[in-house]
Structure formats: structure tokens, C-alpha cells
């Protein structure tokens, strides 16, 4: 036999060894699509609160590509095309109807759309780059006021707001001096009651997590003491979301997901911050 018929042998018995040994592998996992997962180092929190409120119809601003630009004083500004947050699709005609039409002043209360950040995350109004701006940053949908901003000389102090269609607030976040600091507060769509209340110390999850049915009775309570502790989350159900471990504010070990009828789809294992497996269940 040929050196030529011997490679391709070998070649061949190697691929078929590496088949069924993947075919064994992924036969004791029969119910479950396991994701080894070797990345650097992901956000070390990653907000549960604002993904529940994605699935739920509101949606966190989002950029656009960047435009850097000098003004006269050489210092760079980023203007940043911001999008509205997407709320559930109602007809416009529908939103619009019986609301009346909110005129800003310009001044204090501005579209977003003309909010450009400085590279020093300095919020300037467009055409004011002299200025850092104190007031609104505000967007609509149609006349709908969807989303809303606080700032001061410049930096967000104050809150973060999201509005349902009918005007009622949907969730508010406090922040000082850009960082979110206080309590986060969620709001049932049905009844506007509260959903949950979680607080954050300086950007970073600290001290309470409290979830609320429709009817304002508390559903679970969890403690996150110098960053340590179990955080969970809840589908407008009552059913649980999600739960899992943080450890030095870095999520730690398991972390479950459940679907809305309290069936796991998501099993992930972090690694001091680090996620390194992921199981789909569903």
C-alpha cells in the first residue's frame, strides 16, 4: 500500500474516532444542547431587571454608530444617533388618540435625538456644545412620551424613566453622578402597582431585591450584602425567571432561567465572573 493510501487511511479512522466520541459525549446529554464557552471576561453585571422589562414590551436606549466630531475647543464630542425605545407595535393612530400633544421648551427639556455625549460622558444639547446640559432628554413615539432623562451640569442625576402607552410610569431608575444609585423601581403593565423594588449602591447591585405580585403581595426577598448574595427575578406571573449567585458583585456558579411556565431553558455556569458553560434545556 501506497504512503499516499496510508494518509488517507489514517486521516479517515481519525475523523470516524472523533465522530463517535462526540456521539458519546453528546448521548449522555440527550436533553440538553450544551455551549462550552471560552471568551473573555462578560459584563460583570448584566441587569436581570432590564432584560425582564425587554420581554415585557420596554426597551433600553440604544446607539447608533458614532459621528466623532472637534468643536473650536478641541475637545471631542460623540454624537450619537439614539433610537426610541421600541415598546409593544400599537397603531400610531391608536396612541395618539386622546393625548394631548406635549410641546418641549427646548431649554430644560429636549429631544433626545439632539443629546450628544462628550468623551467624558458629558451630555451637551446639539448646537450648545459650550454647555453641559442640566434638564430632560426626552423621547416619544408618535405624541406618546416613551422614555425620559435626567441631567445635571452634564451627568445624569436624577431618573431614568419609561413610560406604558397611557402614560403611567413603567420603571424609574435613580442615578447620581452617571452611575445608578438607589432604589429601582418596576411597575406591573395590568394595575401599575409595584413589581419590584432593587437597590444599587454607585452602579452596583447592593442591599435589597424584592419582587411583587399584581395584588402587591411580596413575593420573594433577597439580600445582596458587599456584593455577595442570590439575586432573583419574576415573570408578571409570579412564576420565577431567573436565579443565581454573585459573588464580590460577579456572578458565581449556577445561574437558572425558567420560562413563563416555570420550565428550565437555560442553565449557565459562571466561574467568578466568568461564563464558561451553557446548557439549553429548552
Excluded at 415598546?87 to 410641546?103: A, H, K, Q, R
Excluded at 444639547?125 to 413615539?141: A, L
Excluded at 429601582?184 to 449602591?201: D, G, M, P
Aim: hydrophobic share 30%; with cysteine; net charge negative.
Amino acid at each position: 500500500m501506497g504512503r499516499k493510501a496510508i494518509f488517507i487511511l489514517t486521516v479517515s479512522l481519525l475523523v470516524t474516532s472523533c465522530t463517535n466520541l462526540q456521539e458519546m459525549r453528546m448521548g449522555k446529554q440527550k436533553d440538553a444542547v450544551i455551549e462550552i464557552i471560552d471568551t473573555e471576561e462578560e459584563d460583570q453585571f448584566v441587569d436581570a431587571v432590564i432584560e425582564v422589562i425587554d420581554e415585557d414590551g420596554y426597551k433600553v436606549i440604544t446607539e447608533s454608530e458614532i459621528d466623532i466630531k472637534d468643536d473650536a475647543k478641541n475637545d471631542t464630542i460623540v454624537s450619537t444617533e439614539t433610537s426610541t425605545p421600541k415598546l409593544p407595535e400599537t397603531n400610531v393612530s391608536e396612541v395618539e388618540d386622546g393625548i394631548t400633544e406635549i410641546v418641549l421648551n427646548g431649554i430644560d427639556q429636549v429631544d433626545i435625538l439632539d443629546k450628544k455625549i462628550g468623551k467624558n460622558k458629558i451630555a451637551y444639547v446639539k448646537g450648545k456644545e459650550d454647555k453641559p446640559f442640566t434638564g430632560t432628554f426626552i423621547s416619544f413615539i408618535g405624541l406618546h412620551k416613551s422614555y425620559s432623562e435626567e441631567y445635571k451640569d452634564g451627568k445624569l442625576n436624577g431618573r431614568k424613566i419609561w413610560y406604558a402607552e397611557n402614560g403611567s410610569v413603567g420603571v424609574e431608575e435613580p442615578y447620581v453622578n452617571n452611575r445608578k444609585h438607589g432604589t429601582q423601581i418596576t411597575y406591573h403593565l395590568s394595575n401599575a402597582k409595584v413589581r419590584s423594588k432593587i437597590n444599587y449602591v454607585n452602579g452596583l447591585l447592593e442591599g435589597n431585591i424584592e419582587w411583587f405580585d399584581e395584588s402587591g403581595k411580596l413575593i420573594d426577598k433577597k439580600t445582596i450584602t458587599k456584593g455577595t448574595g442570590t439575586y432573583v427575578s419574576y415573570w408578571s406571573n409570579g412564576r420565577l425567571r431567573e436565579k443565581g449567585q454573585y459573588k464580590a458583585h460577579r456572578r458565581d456558579g449556577k445561574w437558572e432561567r425558567y420560562t413563563e411556565t416555570g420550565v428550565l431553558e437555560k442553565l449557565d455556569i459562571y466561574n467568578n465572573g466568568r461564563l464558561s458553560r451553557r446548557e439549553w434545556r429548552q
